[in-house]
């Protein structure tokens, strides 16, 4: 009986032993808010952790709700944190030293409002020249989620009356909702001023124009990056792949036409990230340089397999 007992328990043993890596850890979660361009990113960090070995999660939230969610330790990764538009959502969670920049995934972008073509050409170029000009934008700027930093800082604007906008409104909605009506505005040659920030396809399809900031406005009308936000524990929890994550970057253009495939072509996000990923082999094993996959083997010989 003694001896069944202990080739029971070596057995048990081996095959604990066995199981990879990947299956006896937690999944990476990443945190997704609605935008196109931060779904196919997540998509694609995703893939090629999991081609190494890792296991993911995506959970969709909106961007407020992804502060709070990293705060309390319910996500792990955050690939979409503008900044500077987003400062105030992430500087509490920085002082707590409950998450971590790891680094900049989009260089030069740009986060602002904007009014169509023609009317700028009516000489609305800054966002001093909305309220002398009210009732023809009918007194309303057209935004995002509530939640996102954009909004906030628009109602902020509006709460100190900057520039006479302090009996203006906001219409906040889904990404993909405002530029319903920012199209719309377009066809029908109406004034509107509207959140836009790039990459994004609409720099591509849009005769738009961004408004000039004035003292005041520049965390809403300024020059940005977005960034790869972690929780601080995944760097020794998952150190390898805490390093794939800070290495990730892609032009602006590329996340431009990342929104365009999935906006306006209709390809899935799936589709759309694995495309990228198989087009750009070389770039994804620059990323992973020496770095191991959750097996222990070198992650960019293990990519080679998968795509």
């Known amino acids: 009986m003694y001896k069944q007992l202990i080739t029971f328990l070596f057995a048990v043993a ?16 990443f945190a997704v808010p609605p935008w196109p361009g931060a779904m196919v990113k997540t998509e694609v960090a995703s893939q090629i952790l999991e081609a190494v070995g890792y296991e993911t999660s995506t959970i969709s939230m909106d961007a407020s709700e992804v502060y709070k969610a990293l705060g309390d330790g319910k996500v792990d990764v955050f690939m979409s944190a503008w900044l500077p538009t987003q400062d105030m959502l992430l500087e509490p969670l920085l002082k707590k030293k409950t998450i971590r920049i790891a680094g900049v995934n989009v260089q030069n972008t740009h986060t602002g409002l904007c009014v169509p073509g023609y009317v700028s050409a009516e000489g609305v170029k800054n966002i001093a020249d909305l309220a002398p000009n009210a009732k023809k934008f009918d007194s309303t700027i057209y935004t995002i989620e509530p939640t996102s ?17 302090g009996s203006w409104k906001q ?10 009506d920012v199209i719309k505005a377009f066809k029908e040659k109406k004034w509107i001023v509207f959140s836009c920030w790039e990459p994004h396809w609409m720099n591509l399809t849009l005769d738009m124009r961004y408004l ?9 009308i300024s020059k940005s990056t977005i960034n790869t936000l972690i929780r601080t524990d995944i760097k020794t929890e998952y150190p390898d792949a805490f390093m794939i994550l800070s290495r990730f ?6 996340q431009g036409k990342w929104t365009y495939d999935v906006s306006l072509k209709k390809q899935t996000v799936e589709e759309t990230a694995t495309a990228w990923i198989k087009g750009n082999l070389s770039v994804v094993r620059q990323w992973l340089g020496n770095l191991k996959g959750a097996n222990g083997e070198r992650a960019a010989d293990i990519i ?4």
């Open 14 to 29: 081996f095959v604990a032993s066995a199981v990879p890596a990947s299956t006896a850890s937690a999944a990476i979660r």
């Open 149 to 165: 930093g954009m909004y906030i800082l628009v109602e902020d604007l509006i709460k100190k009356d900057f520039e006479g906008l």
């Open 171 to 180: 219409k906040g909605e889904r990404v993909d909702k405002m530029l319903d």
């Open 212 to 220: 000039k900031a004035m003292p005041g406005s520049t965390k809403l």
């Open 249 to 254: 970057n892609v032009s602006k253009l590329t």
């Open 304 to 307: 080679e397999t998968k795509f």
